[in-house]
């Protein structure tokens, strides 16, 4: 990443054998898709749709849990069967909001996939799918826009970007043109390169593309997040099943101690 925020945009226009005044040729676009890869990012496991998140809600312990609540209730015994029903109705908020941030993130990268962008190709201004752009675009940029790939500044009018998708901040930062000398110790310091998944906020301009897809800063960051949470899932999977059996043992006992009460009145 240094050789682009450490030489001059003019520079990198010319090694990317792009054109300031023309962009890319349509006739070159494949190949250069079929060199550097598309620009799609991998969703994460869990995007298949409602039903997979409706699988991933229900469990055979939800419905033990609920059917032993509807014999309490059925039997008049309210004071187990409402603390069952609290077991049953916190077990089920836990699963739902982890179900609902992995749709949320889901549906952010879907819309970076799928937005459009300004690009300039054979000197036309065109409108394409973020998944068209290529290694060498020039992409023009206003205030709202989404960034579809991660681009080195060649044009900057007062850019305040929004990074926190990719760098975790929660200020605006002010973009330029000009190369940065020396090292940075961190990507939030690139003031001339916008990242994939950042917003403008105000401002505009243009930017060349250096990374597409996975081979972005916010890829990168999800493909270290997917492996960590592939690991994760076999720590959590067994924490589920274990707080699972916890709360169905509970629900058991209540029916138990319902049941040894029944006993002990019926004598």
Not at 22 to 47: F, H, M, Q, T, W
Not at 182 to 203: C, Y
Not at 227 to 239: E, Q, V
């Amino acid at each position: 990443m240094n050789f682009y925020y450490n030489n001059t945009w003019k520079f990198i226009i010319e090694k990317l054998s792009s054109d300031v005044h023309k962009g890319l040729s349509e006739e070159l676009v494949p190949k250069r898709r079929e060199a550097y890869g598309d620009n799609k990012i991998k969703l994460p496991l869990g995007s298949g749709g409602i039903f997979s998140y409706i699988k991933e809600l229900i469990s055979i312990y939800l419905f033990i849990c609920l059917f032993i609540d509807i014999f309490l209730l059925v039997n008049k015994s309210y004071v187990l069967a409402l603390f069952v029903t609290i077991i049953l109705f916190s077990n089920i908020f836990l699963r739902w909001l982890n179900i609902y941030q992995k749709k949320k993130q889901v549906e952010f990268l879907q819309n970076i996939n799928y937005t459009t962008v300004s690009v300039l190709r054979d000197g036309v201004e065109k409108i394409v799918k973020a998944e068209d752009l290529v290694v060498g675009d020039i992409v023009y940029v206003r205030k709202g826009s989404l960034i579809a790939a991660d681009m080195r500044v060649i044009r900057a009018h007062d850019i305040k970007v929004d990074e926190k998708n990719v760098t975790g901040e929660y200020f605006l930062k002010d973009k330029y043109e000009s190369k940065i000398g020396g090292e940075v110790s961190s990507i939030s310091e690139m003031k001339n390169i916008l990242f994939k998944g950042t917003v403008i906020k105000e401002g505009e301009g243009a930017g060349i593309v250096i990374s597409t897809g996975n081979n972005t800063q916010l890829g990168k960051l999800l493909t270290v997040m997917n492996y960590a949470n592939n690991n994760k899932n076999t720590l959590r999977s067994m924490l589920d099943k274990n707080i699972n059996k916890l709360y169905l043992f509970i629900s058991f006992v209540s029916l138990i101690i319902y049941l040894l009460n029944k006993e002990i009145l019926s004598v």
